[in-house]
């Protein structure tokens, strides 16, 4: 089988639910995560084979975008690393020489049996594997690692320089949106000579509902069961759909102290391995009303640091086409 690399990138304290992602992770044998990041707590984790450790600082990782582009980058916060995903053949060129693909992804998310949807006839079939930003997989071509800096002549899509030289985060890994202009997924789509596949595999959570909406679907599920590498939706007690990842899209959910790691199931506020308390948890009038509360204020939160950031800017430079310079 064709070897891939996922890189994840990630500065600060790990999050507490990295260690569920890890469970997913390792059952993906024949699939590499490298994990950059300055928690040298990680080691505490037991950790396979296929999960490569390279401890750095965010500056050092800075840099390593730095050194391929002629101009200063803009990159002062871990999160914006994000827009900087479609450059990482480049960047990472010496760790990623010996993959035939390379990816991306986050960790607020529990994998499935990736393999299982990505066959060996896909690979040899697509440039680009997915289009959403917690799970996409580029052939490691020229090609492909250049082309985000390709010029296009889609004046509705980021370039690199102007994604580049501001600090604010544009989502340029992945379809972007009419707000601030469209990403790189917009423009593999678009270019006649990429071949990308289309993310319809993914349980991606709509953050706007308390139990399981999906976003690419609009499918309702009750929760979640994860057993033995596999991601499975849950609708009256049934297996429904099997998929390649679950994302929670930063939604905050408890985990029980103690899960089994091979099987657990994952409800609206709780991940735990006992199917009881998560049908419980699904019903939780307390939950949902913490649940709406916490929206509301994050909501806020994040409308006003929008506002400190300059987004309406961004968003008018969208309307007048001015992001494709």
Known sequence: MNRIAIVIP???????????????????????????????????YKLEDNIKVYIEEFENFKER???????????????????????????????????????????DMVLGDIKQFIS??????????????????????SKMNNLFKEKNNYADCLSYKYVFNTNFSLYFDEMGG???????????????????????DCADINPKYYNFKLFV????????????????????????????YLHFQKRNIKI??????NHFYIGPSLISSSKNKILKNCKDKRQVRKFVKNKIVTKSNRTLKLIKQGAIKYILNSICKKVNV
């Open 10 to 44: 990630y500065f600060g304290k790990l999050p507490y639910y990295f260690e569920t992602w890890l469970y997913s992770a390792k059952k993906n044998k024949n699939i590499d995560f490298l994990i950059f990041t300055n928690d040298r707590e990680i080691v505490r």
């Open 65 to 107: 975008f730095q050194k391929e582009i002629s101009f200063p980058i803009s990159l002062e916060y871990p999160y914006k690393i994000c827009d900087y995903r479609p450059m990482y053949g480049i960047a990472l060129k010496d760790i990623l020489k010996n993959y035939d693909f390379w990816g991306f992804g986050d960790l």
């Open 120 to 141: 060996k006839e896909t690979m040899e079939n697509y440039d680009r594997i997915y289009n959403y930003g917690a799970l996409s997989i580029y052939k490691n071509s």
């Open 178 to 200: 009419h707000k601030y202009g469209y990403g790189q997924s917009t423009v593999a789509i678009r270019k006649k000579n990429i071949k990308i596949l289309i993310n319809k």
């Open 217 to 244: 679907t609009n499918q309702n599920f009750d929760y979640f069961e994860y057993v033995d590498g596999k991601i499975w939706g849950i609708v009256r007690n049934k297996r429904v759909k099997e998929f390649v």
């Open 256 to 261: 029980d102290s103690e899960i089994n790691q």
